[in-house]
Each structure stands twice: as structure tokens, then as C-alpha cells.
């Protein structure tokens, strides 16, 4: 091999050394797998469940498996359709077990609530799920707002902490018109396919809400099988954690 060609293999294996995972300032992983066209749909339930028949059965139909990110109370209330998940090879992974608002919305590193507490409701999740025989070891925290000391939390329990990648509008699929952000699922798939047109969306964590409010009646996971069709005539396949 001359010097060319060893010095090649040398960019290409640091770039796949470092190029598949982006992590944020807080230390989540906020994207996988940057070199493979594979995209993560990751959905997270609380206390709405009626979206998640419609989201396996699409799921189930296009072959796809997902990251499903549920609370403890989620997980409690929903035996039967978390072991169903879990089962067909979806990833199940913890989301807080009473989905507590950890940190200040403005002030990030202020904790609202102590070291001890925040890891007790993630034990409590992870305990529930273990019941299920479920043991994960990846953890999306509660309204995805987190900091550092949240993600070092989630570490002590074994837990790497993950987030939905930015870009897209498919995270305010939980608004309801009466919000001042509210955004229909027409403009959240619009959000997307524009996202898409102009960049990459390699190892992209997809946020969806298969439980929303019952004010919302523009459900964007019914959307789910059209948004598919679309990234996989893009040329995309799909990864789970
Ligand atoms: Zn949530």
C-alpha cells in the first residue's frame, strides 16, 4: 500500500471512529450512526395511549422497528402493549416514571428537583420495566429537557441519555390549536420533507407522539405510513436503539 492510500484509510477509519455519533453540549447523543442512511423513529408515551395501535400496525406493515421511550405510568397502565412491543423486537427504554419536568425551561442547569429524586424516577421507570422483563440502556428524559448533571444521573444507572435530532417540526406533533406553536400535521410533514430536501438525515433520531390530547384532532402519526413510503423512497431504511 504506498503512502496515499495508507494515509486514505487512516481519514477513513477516523471519520467512522468519529463521525457516527453526535453528541450535544449536555452529553446526549442526539444522533446515530452518521454514516449509514438509517433513520431512528422514536416515539415516547405518558399519559395518552391511543395512537399505538395505529403506530404498530403501520410499523408492523412497512417492516420498520422503532424506539418507543415510555413512562413508568405508561408502562403500569399498559402491560399487555409494552410486552407486545418489546416482543416484536421494537426498542423499549425508560422516559421517567412520573414524566417530571427535571429542569428549569430557561435556567437549564437548575435542577428542579434533587440529584436523589430524579434518580429514584428513573429507577422507578426502569423498575417497571423490568418487570416486563425489559432491561434498556438508553434513556430519553422527560420533554426532552435536560443538562448535564440529568445525563450523569442516567449514567449511574447504566442509562446513555438519547434525544430527538433538531431540524424537523415532528416533536410539536403533541400541540393543540389553543397553543400559541400549535402546528398541523400537513406543516409537520412539510417541516420534514424540506429538512430532507436540503440535508442529510443520516442517523437522525425522529421524535413522533403516538398519545396526544384529545383537543388535537389533526393526529400526525396517522401521517406515519406516508412519511415511510417518503424516506424509504429517499433511500432510507430505519434503526432502532
Ligand atoms: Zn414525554
Known amino acids: 500500500m504506498n503512502k496515499i492510500n495508507l494515509s486514505c484509510l487512516f481519514f477513513i477509519i477516523t471519520i467512522s471512529f468519529y463521525a457516527q455519533r453526535i453528541v450535544d453540549k449536555e452529553g446526549a447523543i442526539v ?3 452518521t454514516l449509514k442512511k438509517n433513520i431512528y ?3 415516547t408515551g405518558h399519559d395518552h395511549a391511543e395512537g ?11 417492516k420498520v422497528k422503532g424506539s418507543f421511550f415510555l413512562t413508568g405510568d405508561f408502562v403500569r ?3 399487555n402493549l409494552v410486552k407486545e412491543l418489546s416482543k416484536s423486537g421494537h426498542f423499549v427504554g425508560a422516559h421517567s416514571d412520573k414524566h417530571l419536568l427535571y429542569c428549569d425551561w430557561i435556567k437549564r442547569d437548575s435542577l428542579l428537583h434533587s440529584e436523589k429524586r430524579i434518580k429514584e424516577d428513573i429507577l422507578q421507570n426502569l423498575n417497571a420495566l423490568k418487570k416486563l422483563e425489559i ?3 438508553h434513556f430519553m428524559p422527560p420533554y426532552e429537557w435536560y443538562n448535564k448533571k440529568v ?13 430527538f435530532s433538531s431540524g424537523t417540526r415532528s416533536n ?13 400535521s400537513n406543516d409537520i410533514l412539510k417541516s420534514i420533507y424540506s429538512y430532507l430536501s ?12 403516538p398519545g396526544t390530547s384529545p383537543k388535537r384532532k389533526d393526529k400526525f402519526y396517522l401521517r406515519l405510513d406516508e412519511l415511510i413510503n417518503k424516506l424509504k423512497k429517499e433511500g432510507y431504511q430505519f434503526s432502532k436503539f
Open 31 to 33: 444522533r446515530s450512526d
Open 41 to 43: 423513529l422514536c416515539f
Open 52 to 62: 399505538f395501535e395505529n403506530v404498530i400496525s403501520v410499523l408492523n406493515k412497512q
Open 77 to 79: 397502565s399498559n402491560e
Open 135 to 137: 432491561c434498556p440502556k
Open 151 to 163: 445525563v450523569e444521573i442516567a449514567l449511574q444507572l447504566n442509562q446513555i441519555t438519547v434525544n
Open 172 to 184: 410539536a406533533d403533541y400541540t393543540t390549536p389553543e397553543m400559541p406553536n400549535y402546528i398541523s
Open 198 to 209: 436540503l440535508n442529510s438525515m443520516n442517523g437522525f433520531h425522529l421524535l413522533i407522539h
